[in-house]
């Protein structure tokens, strides 16, 4: 597509340059050589003479007052410049006719059927949200002050409650939102929920190595009992997750309220301690009571806080962002999913010599040999998924996008990545758009970062924040990491541009040989000019990390 973005312009100065083109075209105030040529005598001299004379002839005989001829009489001038001033007065109301249209609604058109739309911002800003003053939520999961407790007493009950939080940060918060959602729906006393070491992630963080336990625990102790350790009279700790007997596995994904209510508590009430495993996405969002979902929004948004030392230094990140320059100035912040356990995941075809592509098929034959199988049906997978925008975005695509957009090559932009598959290489074409391009390492110190390399969820929480901060992020592939961070923004405002590609759009115009620049970009901003992160009000339940809106958002 870089190669045809002149097309348009060099097709032009083609058919322009043809003679035959050009006498036809030419306008009868151009002077042809041939006819001004000195050496030429009487005839052309004077044919051009004559036009020229009877051009102007008729200038003048509708605006006499241009003519110095004392032939033409003051009754003449009279009549021209009264038909000066009519036309003046036209010009007037012409122009403050086109100014109203500018800034009232529009007729269009979608499928054959005349609409009333509203205009389009046209040159909306790059750093805000340019529809934000358009919509009257506010966030209402908040407990207030004084409100009052629906905890029931100690002794009643229903028994205890206990998860491991499996996955990497935003799948453990996911995790910990939905236990305190489910011990309240089965009146059950919550243990504090235990993050599981992952075989990605081979961390052995816990709870209060991320969060803050006390505030946890404080804000929650109106909606459900939590308790930081199991029982002192539970004995064998260990029998937990390891017993049947104590475990309650083969929870369906998206399970409603009712199946903890009819699966779950009779067996809770029993043993009076029980494990629920896996735990991650075992809650449904339009099959629970409404507030039950904002209490997620509530333990989400309020009650999970990150330890102050986190904070602080995410704020510090933030700071050197906005003052990179020598002076205030606003940042991106960019989730760029494309590590090699993604690439591979995905099952889609990127560019690549020969030997990277039988290295990704290897890989993938290893990791996931029951997808794989011999590999023959990989191709058509690779080519329908990537027209429906199932695969991530390279590098080099995202940043065509952005200069598409209209973001400058002086962009101050934050990556939150983990180790880019194809390293440097890869990741050349979207520096060389965008040199202002930096990470959390060269931002802080070895000295600065070095207590937070001990958890490696804790560096995944400083990229959590510096791009919840940012005055625009974008997403370039799907993920609990960037619907939490998309959530939270519309959640806390939605004054802040977060900008979602359109993969399959984008899919279809990066494969199109014929389109130019200037369509590209024209279709580039118009698709996008409403994915900037507001509340979805046509999607009540889509997702409630994503869009927050229905249960724990009100109207102002």
């Known amino acids: 597509m870089v190669e045809l973005r002149h097309s348009g312009s060099s097709l032009g100065s083609r058919a322009s340059s043809s003679p035959m083109k050009r006498d036809e075209d030419a306008s009868p105030l151009i002077f042809n050589d041939h006819v001004l040529r000195d050496d030429d005598d009487d005839h052309p001299r004077h044919s051009f003479r004559d036009r020229y004379r009877s051009f102007w002839s008729k200038i003048y005989s509708f605006f006499p007052f241009l003519n110095d001829d004392p032939r033409f009489s003051q009754h003449g001038s009279r009549i021209s ?3 000066l001033v009519f036309i003046a007065v036209a010009g007037l109301i012409s122009f403050f006719s086109i100014l109203q249209r500018l800034n009232s609604p529009y007729l269009c058109k979608k499928d054959g059927i005349v609409l009333h739309c509203p205009r389009v911002k046209e040159n909306p800003s790059l750093w805000e949200n340019p529809f934000s003053a358009t919509t009257s939520w506010k966030p209402c999961a908040e407990r207030r002050d004084g409100g009052m407790s629906d905890l029931p007493p100690e002794n009643e009950t229903s028994g205890y409650i206990f998860i491991h939080a499996e996955g990497g940060l935003n799948q453990q918060r996911i995790a910990i939102c939905n236990a305190v959602a489910v011990a309240k729906i089965m ?11 992952d075989q990605i992630w081979k961390d052995q963080t816990k709870f209060e190595d991320i969060f803050d336990v006390d505030h946890f625990i404080d804000y929650l102790k109106d909606d459900v009992r939590i308790v930081r350790d199991i029982p002192g009279w539970f004995t064998d700790k260990s029998e937990l997750f390891t017993s049947i007997r104590r475990t309650v596995k083969n929870i369906p994904k998206y399970a409603p309220a ?16 029980m494990a629920l495993k896996p735990f991650v996405d ?7 009571p409404p507030e039950i979902n904002r209490l997620r929004c509530r333990v989400n948004y309020h009650a999970l806080k990150f330890l102050p030392e986190i904070e602080e230094m995410a704020n510090l990140l933030v700071s050197r962002m906005r003052n990179r320059t020598g002076s205030p100035n606003p940042y991106m912040a960019l989730h760029l999913r494309f590590e090699k356990g993604m690439v591979g995941l995905s099952f889609c075809d990127f560019v690549g010599t020969r030997e990277e592509k039988a290295k990704m098929a290897e890989y993938r034959q290893k990791e996931w040999p029951r997808r794989y199988k011999n590999g023959s049906h990989l191709w058509q ?28 090559k002086e962009t101050q932009i934050y990556v939150a990545s983990g180790q880019v598959y194809g390293g440097q290489n890869r990741m050349a074409p979207l520096r060389n758009m965008f040199p202002n391009l930096v990470t959390k390492e060269e931002l802080a110190s ?4 070095a207590g937070f390399w001990k958890h490696v969820t804790s560096l995944a929480a400083l990229d959590f924040l510096v791009c919840l901060k940012s005055d625009v992020f974008v997403m370039t592939h799907g993920g609990n990491f960037a619907k939490l961070i998309i959530g939270a923004r519309r959640y ?3 004054r802040q541009k977060s900008i979602k590609p359109d993969k399959g759009l984008m899919s279809k115009s990066f494969g199109d040989p014929y389109m130019g620049w200037a369509t590209f970009v024209e279709d580039v901003v118009v698709t996008h000019q409403t994915r900037t992160g507001l509340p979805e ?13 229905t249960p724990c958002m009100c109207k102002a």
Do not use: S
Not at 446 to 449: F, G, P, Q, S, V
Not at 537 to 548: A, G, I, R, S, V
């Open 81 to 83: 410049l009264l038909l």
């Open 282 to 288: 075992r809650l449904g969002y339009d099959n629970v």
């Open 381 to 408: 997978l690779a080519l329908q998924k990537r027209k429906e925008g199932r695969c991530p975005l390279e590098p080099g695509e995202v940043a065509v996008i952005l200069r598409a957009m209209g973001y400058p």
């Open 187 to 197: 009146n059950a006393t919550l243990i504090l929920p235990v993050l599981k070491q």
């Open 537 to 549: 009000e046509t999607f009540p339940n889509y997702d409630l990390w994503e869009n927050p809106l």
């Open 446 to 449: 070895k000295e600065e970062l």
């Open 492 to 494: 806390m405002g939605h």
């Open 258 to 273: 009712q199946f903890y209510i009819d699966n779950v508590l009779p067996r809770v009430k029993e043993k009076k301690i």
